[in-house]
């Protein structure tokens, strides 16, 4: 909460009303204090799935704090008359090599810099096209695989780039929307290439993006690209597009603003007659493979579906992901619809068409269970269904914190859910600049709600039931707020409330679902 970190606004808003309750009863004459601690290095719950690459990572953000100096600095704490404290091993060296926020600038005095006239980018790609031009086509992709695993490396905490596996895919290596954005953000740099903000996950490992690099720098691409290499007309395709702020998410805004959320889910729909759809796998542009988020020998493996609520993608299921690192295969797939460009299914059951061909190419026969967070557990216990009357049953539906749309629960809680999604629709890719969006994602939702996602019947696997602990905001209300599957299943609740179950409680949220999956014999 005192500095600010990419994915961390649930801890910031809790760490900055502790701060606040301590100044408060300060204010007051009673006793408070609060520490805001940085890392420490004893591992915990929250961080015993980081690996080494990770933890170094995140040791960028500080130095970690060993428990006989976090016992001082406690001790030191407690006699110093001050509502907040932050408790931290500072490498005051270290900003000295680079821009010191103005934040510790009163800790730290910055180099001196000389003026820096913006180009070192261009100057970085220009030198790049200078060498690959000497180079042959295989020796391209080459040159350019050292370039990806160089930043890789960088973006990850590794110590060099040889550590940086050139086939293994960029989500089982670690990586989120803020960290893909990150490596995006680098390699626009150093090639001049203006790349979506989607290319670690449509070139899913440094092999593959060095070779889509290639292609794009030295004109070769299947689109082709317009003027020679590095030209001002030379760009990524499809190019990414600013962030919208167009018509429908203003209106969005307000209506959930307002309350009227129904009503403007009803025009959304309508809107959605207007794009272009497809009934049948075949019309479709492409069967979408599930992205790998992790690997494992343990069968089943997981598919996890996204929710066709806000702005989701397999990016969300990433951290969950990490829980199942080393002990299973756990994959995601995206809604189809909701990124910019992309038809949109014409109903439910070419969702559900469409989804039942990427799974059955992508497991191949092997034994899978599949999931999904929300309103992504609705279409993976729909799509299972389905796989079974074709006769490919998984082994299992887990169902996470999942609601459906006719429940009397939800039309209460439903609200809340699209309020925090509201605050949170910019997040899955940071602040990237650009948008794979579009208002594309308003009327894919639009029309998933409005189709028939009630659970057509039994299935034959299993069903488990992960149960958030916390609500979403205040409950007032004299019945329980927590979802209740109508079909057979088991129940397990977890710490979390419907959004943090998978986000800051991800680790536990792992375990229990692993352990379930065991059990299945």
């Known amino acids: 909460g005192t500095f600010g970190g990419p994915g961390q606004g649930n801890y910031a808003a809790a760490n900055h009303f502790l701060d606040a309750l301590a100044q408060h009863r300060r204010a007051r004459g009673l006793a408070g204090q609060s520490l805001a601690w940085g890392m420490w290095a004893q591992r915990s719950t929250m961080t015993e799935h980081l690996d ?51 934040l510790l ?3 730290v005095r910055p180099r001196s810099r000389r003026a820096m006239d913006g ?12 060498q690959l031009a000497a180079l042959t086509g295989a020796q391209r992709t080459e040159h350019l695989l050292g370039v990806v695993r160089h930043h ?16 293994r895919p960029f989500m089982e290596s670690g990586f989120d929307s803020l960290t893909s954005v990150e490596l995006r953000n680098r390699l626009t740099a150093a090639t001049g290439l203006r790349l979506p903000a989607t290319v670690v996950f449509d070139h899913p490992s440094p092999q593959v993006l060095a070779e889509y690099l290639a292609a794009e ?5 299947a689109a082709g690209t317009q003027g020679a290499p590095g030209s001002p007309g030379a760009s990524a395709a ?7 702020e167009g018509t429908l998410n203003t209106l969005f805004e307000q209506a959930v603003a307002e309350g009227r959320i129904d009503d403007f889910i009803n025009v959304l729909d309508s809107a959605a007659n207007f794009r272009r759809t497809f009934s049948d796998p075949s019309e479709a542009d492409r069967v979408p493979s599930p992205v790998r988020l992790c690997r494992g020998d343990e069968t089943p493996s997981l598919i996890l579906l996204s929710a066709f609520i806000g702005k989701a993608g397999p990016y969300d299921y990433s951290g969950l992901a990490a829980g199942f690192r080393g002990k299973r295969d756990v994959s ?11 038809p949109l299914p014409a109903d439910l059951m070419a969702a559900t068409k469409l989804h039942a061909e990427s799974i059955a190419r992508y497991v191949d026969g092997k034994p899978f269970a599949l999931g999904g967070v929300s309103s992504g557990g609705t279409v993976a216990f729909y799509v299972a269904h389905y796989l079974e009357s074709i006769g490919l049953p998984p082994a299992a539906v887990v169902l996470l914190d999942t609601y459906t749309r006719n429940d009397a629960i939800y039309r209460h809680f439903g609200p809340k859910i699209l309020h925090s999604v509201v605050e ?8 990237s600049g650009d948008d794979i969006w579009g208002e594309e994602w308003l009327t894919a939702m639009g029309r998933y709600c409005k189709m028939n996602w009630m659970p057509p019947g039994e299935i034959s696997g299993r069903t488990l039931m992960v149960r958030a602990s916390d609500p979403v905001g205040e409950w007032t209300e004299d019945y329980d707020w927590r979802t209740d599957w109508e079909l057979p299943h088991d129940t397990i609740d977890v710490p979390g409330n419907h959004w943090t179950i998978t986000r800051d409680h991800s680790a536990t949220t792992a375990a229990a679902i692993d352990e379930w999956l065991r059990g299945l014999g």
């Open 52 to 102: 080494d690459a990770s933890v170094r990572r995140v040791g960028r953000l500080g130095r970690a704090l060993s428990a006989e100096q976090g016992l001082a600095l406690f001790d030191t704490a407690t006699g110093v008359d001050e509502a907040v404290l932050v408790p931290i091993d500072l490498d005051t060296s270290a900003p000295r090599s680079g821009a010191v926020p103005a």
């Open 105 to 107: 600038r009163g800790l």
């Open 119 to 130: 180009t070192a980018g261009d100057k970085d790609a220009a030198g790049l096209l200078r």
């Open 152 to 167: 890789v490396a960088l973006v990850l905490g590794h110590g060099s780039p040889q550590e940086v596996d050139p086939e």
């Open 217 to 221: 720098l030295t004109g070769d691409a």
């Open 238 to 244: 499809p190019a990414a597009r600013k962030r919208s």
């Open 332 to 342: 995601a797939l995206f809604q189809p619809g909701f990124l910019a460009g992309d």
């Open 424 to 431: 949170d629709q910019t997040s899955a890719f940071g602040d």
